[in-house]
């Protein structure tokens, strides 16, 4: 058996150019961004050389037009010849050593997989980079192109230690080099880094950067900083905030300003914060740093310890992020508890602006809800309360489950002076569910819609009497529809009829809806189901004695009439009720309006005859 030659894989570096721009990375912009973590990097090894060193960096653009040229300097530690072959000669070496740390991210460098300088072939034909090491020996040039192919040569001169690297920019670039764009890109992917990032360009330098603020690092100290804050934050997030929480974990390896949005948010919105990994920006669209409840908050967050993708615009999911993002969560909590403690004005104008977030952290946290309760806002029979003026009327507070039920009964619930909240909004019915479990001296209790006829008035035997033969026809006209006819008395006097479904009607009806939309096959599996359901599948229809149109319907001698009548004021009360009608009842709707138009126009024509 013959020994199997062994082959070494070849890369085209013009389509690993390619697939880095179309796929890896979302912008050409990002090549300023790998100059300067190469940039940081560097600084970062010199000061484990040389600790207290002050780093700093340079970037000049010189030219006009398709001679724009940018050159970016570092006082960092360098690159000897062989650091030179070794890291950038072989694509996905990292220069940052330490293959375990390389892979768990424990790393005091950004850039760890060796690609970031490939990035400016995006921009630019021609990479040119020279380099004095701190260790000595001579200073190098290094000259790389999207082929390939690359030179190195020993200077001449000496060069102080640190990196230079030149980008003549190709046509199409060209907008990357302005001096404007430039600047902000900077401030963009640097603002908190802890040296000067100097823009050079026309004789004049700028310090793009700023002092780094001491709550950088003891986000602890921000609300003694707060006009400082909030205007980092507007100039950073781009929003006029007027509030903000720090935050910071247990380690201190990851802080931040949680920024509380100054309008309200969508809850499918998407979660977005601005992330900086070693000071340096990683991502803006951060989605999963933060717990989902968390999206009345923009964040800036700082970190040291989370693991950045290949692209470093996104972190690896694992544990130490989902570590961090419930740390960060419980410091966002905090804040808010604090608030309610010591600040409640500020806590209930958060709470009126973000309370769906409120409630979403009140599910979880029952002392935090126990906290807040108070401020957070329900629909109700009696309008849009707060909690705690409800809780304070000392009564049972019913709730519904769904928001159809209580447009089924508010009107009704209302009249009777019954206190009814509308539990049909999410998380709502949740929070109604446990409030006696945070507050003993408060009962809640669901209610369904045929609960509410408990309040109804009943009709005196010798006036039912009177209606006999007039129920007699309703029910009639009402069996098909699996439906009975009941004389109530009860508020509002103009409201006619009431419609309620019982659990077994309801989950009939749904069957029956789901049946005429479904294939026949399914809908004979529909059809078992719906035979299992006993006679407690009806529904009832009240009708409404104080109301004068009900009064006249029960006291008339047509028998053609009443029937019609009964079905009309059915299908009115579906609709009121907010009920999905099947296709029996749109046809009884469409053809008793046809019958009383033409009722109407005989006995206009009846009239006219006569005169």
């Not at 290094?142 to 640190?162: E, H, N």
């Not at 399914?522 to 059809?527: C, D, E």
Request: charged share 20%; glycine share 6%.
């Amino acid at each position: 058996m013959s020994t199997p030659n062994e082959y070494r894989f070849q890369v085209n570096l013009s389509g690993m150019i390619q697939i880095l721009s179309n796929h890896l990375y979302s912008s050409p912009k990002v090549f300023l961004r790998e100059l300067m973590q190469n940039a940081t990097d560097a600084i970062t090894a010199r000061k484990e050389v040389e600790p207290g060193y002050q780093g700093e960096a340079r970037i000049e653009l010189t030219g006009t037009g398709d001679q724009l040229t940018m050159m970016v300097e570092d006082n960092g530690v360098g690159l000897t010849e062989a650091d030179i072959h070794e890291f950038l000669a072989m694509i996905g070496q990292s220069s940052k050593r330490g293959q375990q740390a390389l892979l768990d991210g424990e790393t005091s460098f950004i850039g760890r997989f060796g690609i970031g300088l490939l990035s400016c072939f995006m921009v630019s034909h021609e990479i040119v980079m020279l380099t004095q090491s701190v260790k000595g020996g001579p200073s190098m040039e290094w000259r790389g192109k999207p082929d390939g192919t690359y030179t190195i040569r020993q200077l001449d001169t000496q060069l102080s230690p640190g990196t230079r690297v030149y980008l003549r920019c190709t046509p199409e670039a060209a907008h990357y080099f302005e001096a404007e764009y430039v600047k902000e890109a900077l401030f963009y992917y640097g603002a908190l880094l802890p040296y000067p990032v100097t823009l050079i360009h026309d004789g004049k330098q700028t310090v793009v950067n700023q002092d780094s603020p001491i709550w950088l690092t003891r986000p602890e100290l921000a609300r003694s900083c707060r006009a400082e804050v909030l205007a980092f934050g507007e100039r950073l997030l781009g929003e006029k905030f007027q509030d903000f929480i720090p935050l910071t974990t247990a380690s201190g390896r990851t802080g931040g300003i949680a920024y509380v949005l100054p309008h309200a948010v969508n809850l499918n919105a998407k979660r977005s914060h601005r992330v900086y990994l070693k000071r340096m920006l990683i991502s803006e669209k951060a989605e999963n740093i933060l717990p989902e409840w968390a999206f009345f908050v923009k964040c800036l967050i700082w970190t040291d310890e989370l693991q950045p993708t290949a692209s470093r615009e996104h972190f690896y999911e694992n544990e130490k992020l989902e570590e961090v993002r419930s740390e960060l969560g419980d410091a966002l909590r905090l804040g808010l508890t604090e608030m309610a403690e010591q600040q409640t004005e500020r806590l209930q104008k958060l709470i009126r602006l973000h309370a769906l977030s409120m409630k979403a952290l009140a599910v979880q946290d029952q002392q935090f809800y126990a906290m807040i309760h108070r401020w957070l806002p329900f629909e109700t029979t009696r309008g849009h309360r707060e909690l705690g003026e409800l809780i304070d009327e000392g009564e049972t507070l019913y709730y519904t489950s769904t928001i159809d039920e209580y447009r089924q009964i508010h009107h009704v619930a209302s009249a009777q002076s019954m206190l009814v909240v509308n539990a049909g909004y999410i998380y709502d019915k949740e929070l109604m569910g446990m409030l006696p479990v945070i507050l003993n001296n408060v009962r809640t209790e669901r209610i369904e819609p045929d609960e509410v006829s408990m309040t109804f008035t009943d009709v005196a035997p010798a006036e039912r009497n009177q209606y006999y033969d007039a129920l007699r026809l309703a029910d009639s006209a009402l069996q098909r529809f699996r439906c009975r006819a009941e004389v109530k008395g009860f508020k509002p006097a103009d409201l006619p009829v009431l419609f309620t479904l019982s659990q077994e009607s309801s989950t009939l009806r749904a069957l029956e809806k789901a049946s005429e939309e479904s294939t026949d096959l399914f809908s004979s599996v529909l059809g078992s189901l719906s035979a299992g359901i006993n006679s407690a599948g009806y529904s009832t229809l009240y009708l409404n004695v104080n109301n004068p149109i009900i009064k006249r319907v029960l006291t008339s001698p047509d028998n053609q009439m009443t029937p019609i009548a009964i079905e009309m004021l059915y299908v009115n009360a579906l609709m009121m009720g907010h009920y999905a009608m099947n296709k029996q009842e749109l046809e009884v709707l469409n053809q008793g309006i046809v019958r009383f138009i033409d009722w109407g126009l005989r006995a206009n024509n009846n009239h006219e005859g006569d005169a």
